[in-house]
């Protein structure tokens, strides 16, 4: 990625700061990341007991919190990066810095965990895993979404994402892509039997979204596109699970 004068690696966590302006921006680079907390957040039940805790993943700029708020959770944030914690802690969000791979939070202190567009930017997503299974109390609920390490997945997110004005170059390694049944047996080995199914936003709307984009600023912003169930897992997909007792 190059920008404000430098380039990075992919998958440089440094990125966050440079866009940290774009958080916030419907219609910025971080667009479908909106688009993908609305689409975790239905999978979150209301909470079922005073006082239930939330943790966020890679929480970035507390973009799940809107779609949290009535459920009844306090919600907590973890994330690397300063600028992003700023932010989501000016939307309500608990913000800790701290890793996703090293949580520092006690055993069996969550409710839900939530790691959404996480997974596919660590360097060693099944410590990531066993973290967010570590934080849920039995009965608790993992809800995940990530990248699949397909051929096709690889295309799409980043030799075709990546061209798009939409997407930030360099914001994904393909390399650190999740393959989904190697996550399901991962989750299940730390006690939470994970169900997937596939998503991808609704084509329709993708599509009239772009071509607001491609115009520009003039006339107002119209409905962001949703995102949907897909029967394949092969690109885009969802995880929800609960913790055994």
């Known amino acids: 990625m190059r920008d404000a004068g430098r380039t990075l690696p992919r998958n440089d966590p440094r990125q966050y700061d440079d866009l940290a302006g774009e958080w916030w921006r ?33 929480c970035g700029a507390g973009l799940l919190a809107p779609h949290l708020a009535g459920k009844g959770y306090r919600h907590v944030g973890v994330d690397l990066t300063f600028s992003a914690l700023e932010q989501a802690a000016a939307h309500g969000v ?51 979404d990530t990248l699949n390490d397909t051929a096709v997945s690889r295309l799409i997110a980043v030799h075709i994402g ?32 994970l169900r997937l199914r596939g998503v991808r936003p609704q084509l329709t709307g993708l599509l009239a979204w772009l071509a607001r984009r491609v115009r520009g600023a003039a006339g107002a912003p ?24």
């Open 26 to 58: 419907p219609d910025g680079v971080f667009a479908m990341l909106h688009w993908l907390a609305e689409a975790r957040a239905a999978l979150v039940p209301a909470a079922s007991r005073p006082g239930a805790l939330l943790v966020d993943l890679g």
């Open 162 to 193: 990546e061209r798009l004005p939409t997407v930030p170059r360099g914001i994904h390694d393909p390399r650190l892509f999740v393959d989904a049944r190697a996550l399901v047996a991962e989750c299940a080995r730390h006690g939470v039997e």
């Open 94 to 144: 608990t913000v800790v810095n701290g890793d996703a791979t090293a949580v520092p939070l006690a055993d069996g202190c969550a409710d839900v965990v939530a790691a959404g567009e996480l997974l596919e930017h660590v360097p060693d997503w099944r410590r990531a895993v066993a973290e967010a299974c570590r934080l849920l109390r039995p009965g608790g609920l993992l809800v995940l």
């Open 222 to 245: 119209g409905p962001a596109p949703r995102i949907v169930p897909t029967w394949s897992t092969a690109v885009l997909y969802q995880g929800r699970g609960v913790r055994r007792g």
